[in-house]
């Protein structure tokens, strides 16, 4: 294995009995096999976690669901209000020449889940551009500060007997230390500021109690204690005999046709029937309590991890424990990778989680929410469409106010100031959609019938006309 394929998803690495500072005893030698174990006598690391149902599946619902959202670029445009980049940078896209993207991001995740670290080996062109971000095994690096000026540093294994979790046996030398040039850290939730605690190092004991309720009850299938009963005879048989008369028992009373009927036993011949201890039946209450406790450590509700038995109090519907687990558990996660990937773009661009899709709800939900956005002028009908996936429209873009659903920011006054010109303008003759052009209101469909009210304008009386009328009535009374 060479010092690379080490870093990069080489066996997993403890502690070495080669160091002179580890002593040379039995519980070394157990340690540098099996790994450290824990109060339960169960060796307990990232990787034997996985062994757990509970723990895999809410390190894969965590770190699956994350990696699928949808990851953009943003600036901030005018009035504050972000401007998505037309492009999505090259070291987001392919951040890595084998994994896709969403492997890329799964594994990040699962990094920061199981040891509560992430780091990446930068690796820069030419022109010192960072061009993709290789994903080192967390147990592989040491991170700390340098004495002089604090500034933070890092030491790999490139060995195979490895070192141990982060801030593990393996030295950190400031001469030969790598620094953020080279390695981006995103750390978990900690202590000291450099490195995250592992939430499996911090749950180890409730784990450790999880995988030996597995081993007892591996165990307990094994030896024999399922069985429903036990033929007992007064006299001694011989296996043949014993064979001939178990054989004879389930031909009689096994089957549907045999249920609820009655036992007719031989001379001698008795049955005991055999049922779980107490004690031992209680390992069962035990792994549903260890389900608990992993769906706790991680913040999420025990229905997703199978839990059926118990209700939460994230909410009665899908959609109010999606919109809780988004909340409460993905977005701080989120939000750790966000800011450290950001730091890659030039200012003052950033990166962001899209997870509107997970928060939406059902199809009525979504329209009502969207029709009192859209009636607030919160939401334009192209800010719907975009939250929809739908291609934007012509004059989608304008908001409306409640009241006569002007547009929004005018007053009142300034839209009955215009309806008024426009009324007034019409029943003086003016075509109106014209009118409605000119006084700047939306245009509406007519019917092209007008009201009985509004007539077209009298022809001016000529004066030549008259006179001419009233020498006829002269003429006509004479």
């Not at 009850?217 to 008369?245: C, R, Y």
């Not at 939460?312 to 996660?333: A, D, N």
């Amino acid at each position: 294995m060479t010092w690379l394929s080490s870093l990069l998803g080489g066996a997993e690495s403890r502690a070495s009995v080669e160091n002179p500072q580890v002593p040379l005893t039995s519980a070394s030698l157990a340690d540098l096999f099996v790994g450290p174990k824990g109060d339960a006598g169960v060796a307990v690391t990232p990787k034997t976690a996985f062994s757990m149902p509970a723990v895999y599946r809410a390190v894969a619902l965590l770190a699956g669901t994350s990696a699928s959202l949808p990851l953009y670029a943003y600036r901030d445009g005018a009035n504050g209000v972000r401007e998505r980049l037309g492009y999505r940078p090259g070291i987001i896209d392919r951040p890595h020449p084998d994994l896709t993207r969403f492997e890329w991001l799964e594994l990040s995740f699962v990094h920061a889940l199981a040891w509560g670290n992430t780091f990446y080996l930068k690796v820069r062109d030419g022109t010192g551009i960072v061009r993709e971000l290789w994903p080192l095994v967390p147990n592989r690096v040491r991170a700390g500060r340098a004495t002089d000026d604090g500034r933070k540093i890092y030491a790999l294994d490139t060995r195979n007997w490895g070192g141990g979790q982060p801030g593990g046996t393996f030295p950190l030398d400031e001469a030969t230390a790598l620094t953020d040039y080279e390695i981006l850290h995103v750390p978990g939730m900690g202590f000291d500021g450099v490195v995250g605690m592992s939430p499996i190092e911090c749950a180890k004991q409730g784990i450790g109690m999880a995988l030996a309720a597995e081993q007892f009850g591996a165990k307990l299938f094994s030896s024999g204690n399922l069985m429903s009963g036990i033929l007992k005879s007064e006299s001694k048989l011989t296996p043949a005999q014993a064979d001939m008369v178990k054989a004879q028992w389930k031909a009689k009373h096994s089957g549907l046709n045999a249920a609820h009927d009655i036992a007719v036993m031989g001379s001698g011949v008795s049955f005991e029937q055999v049922s779980f201890p107490p004690a031992d039946v209680q390992f069962i209450e035990s792994r549903r309590f260890q389900i608990d406790e992993v769906a706790r450590m991680y913040g999420i509700p025990p229905h997703m991890l199978f839990q059926t038995d118990r209700s939460t109090s994230w909410g009665s519907g899908i959609e109010q424990q999606t919109i809780g687990l988004v909340v409460f558990t993905l977005r701080p996660w989120l939000t750790r990778f966000e800011q450290r990937l950001s730091r890659l773009l030039p200012s003052p661009q950033y990166l962001s989680f899209v997870v509107e899709g997970l928060l939406r709800g059902d199809s009525a939900a979504r329209a009502a929410f969207y029709k009192a956005m859209w009636e607030l002028g919160v939401y334009s009908t192209n800010d719907i469409r975009r939250l929809e996936d739908q291609a934007p429209v012509d004059g989608g873009d304008i908001r409306y106010r409640p009241l006569n659903f002007g547009v929004l920011g005018e007053s009142d006054n300034a839209i009955k100031g215009r309806v008024e010109a426009a009324s007034a303008l019409i029943r003086s003759g003016f075509a109106p959609a014209a009118v409605i052009e000119a006084v700047g209101l939306d245009p509406i469909e007519h019917l092209g019938l007008l009201p009985v009210t509004v007539q077209r304008p009298a022809e001016p009386d000529n004066p030549d006309d008259a006179v001419v009328d009233k020498l006829e009535e002269d003429n006509a009374d004479a």
